[in-house]
């Protein structure tokens, strides 16, 4: 086999965002693109000679060309092995599950999350190390720096591995082993929670509705709901991944995953609902007519993890990220734990559950997951709460009340506007950072603020210190409003507001929260200026 080693000049723009690099399609697409990249990250890990890679991705479009040439630099860059997903095929969580089950050197995974797909929608890239985990800042940073000094790559002349069948293929002395996506995944899934309690759930009539979205979940779901829990077929709606998502935003919330909510809100819906999102590590749950906000949902599997066969030796800790609501620290504090806040983006969590100090992580961004792997993991989610639906018999609404009535309801609403000129979101931040002086100690009717700030958080396993992590207004009764911009999205910017207010009153906890949060809203829009700035009246979506 012949190892070419080409010239490159470098791209200047490949700096990872929140969770990867994600760029549109047709820039990836440009000559050397995906190559320069790849090799930045080969360049940065120095992975001995022999080591063994995880690939594979959201079978997004691009997904299958990505695979091919970054096998090809893998052999030319000394790995010994990589284990793929048959079609190219691996969900986030999965990748995650392989790298710690078969101790390999770290992953690649392609995707660009719950961005489109298709040839104009979004590919993307990203880089998890040996704990399973998306790499921390002073890894993605260090690939961004070589990605900007980079010369040359490494790949191997090579015809294209068979992707769609599994078993072992060489490139020169590299091994690549194509194997089933689903199987390791479903046996974790199967050790951590009491299918046998589920399936009885499901035997009984209780009727569920996984969206997958046209993403990469549908062969997970089909796999665990229905062959090994025995939900009829049609308890899976949108199961088969396609590299346009259909045409569709595989995010799961309350506009995107309409075609669920549309379900679970309609006559005779079903008991429980829930989605996934393009690479299958977000999570939305949906009872009947009821919509969990993944700040409660975090909480409530906190509080009832004890139910869980895999979680029933107790959680050392939980973490959230800041703009998360604090409904989970009212839990660790009643089950006598530390909760941690953290920056938005999973990578903060890997350090606190590699050194003990956490089980159980979520993000109001529709994520949650546990130390079982290093990232967060959609259907995880779904089945923990089949689990605690199984143990406790009762509606989704009704656990999520008995809760609230427990431990008080942190109202929580995020509102994004997305797609807005960066040089409009850019001047709502200035505008907001500039005002801090004046906003500390500010009066907005019955609320005053007490602490106005822009978060940074110091790691407490290695102390690394992350700044500029979004801006707090943070009232005198602990209501408050959190301004960030989004580091996920590829056009323009995304602005996002983040609301929280508690209420410890039992008789108002069936109010809308846009309601209940009515005044926090008409302070943040005062205070950052931005209809004016933005030309937007209404955020882009609510949830
Ligand atoms: C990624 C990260 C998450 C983060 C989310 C939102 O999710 O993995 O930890 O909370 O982005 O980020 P932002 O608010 O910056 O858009 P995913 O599902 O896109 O990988």
Redesign the pocket.
Known sequence: MQIRTIATAPYTDQKP???GLRKRVPVFQQARYLENFAQSIFDTIAAPPDATLVLGGDGRYYNREAIQIILKMAAANGFGRVLVGQGGILSTPAASCLIRKYRTHGGIILSA??NPGGPDGDFGIKYNTANGG?APEKITDAIFAQSKKIAQYRIADAADVELDRTGDYEIGDMTVSVIDPVEAYAELMESLFDFAAIRALLASGFRIKFDAMHAVTGPYAREIFVNRLGAPADSIMNAVPLPDFGGGHPDPNLTYAHELVEVLYGDGAPDFGAAS?G?G??NMILGKHFFVTPSDSLAILAANAHLVPGYQQGLAGIAR?MPTSAAADRVAKALGIPCYETP???KFFGNLMDAGKVTLCG?E?F?TGSDHIRE?DGLWAVLFWLNILAVRKQSVEAIVFEHWARFGRNVYSRHDYEDIPADAANGVMKLLQDRFAELRGAQFGHLRVKVCDDFSYTDPVDGSVSTGQGVRIIFTDDSRIVF?L????TGGA?L?IYLESFEPDVSKHHLDAQQALATLISIALQISELRKRTGREQPTVIT
């Open positions: 965002g929140t969770s999350s719950h998306p999102d690479d590590d977000r990220s938005t983006g999973w993000e961004s994520g967060k960030r989004s580091g996920t999205g995304t996002r």
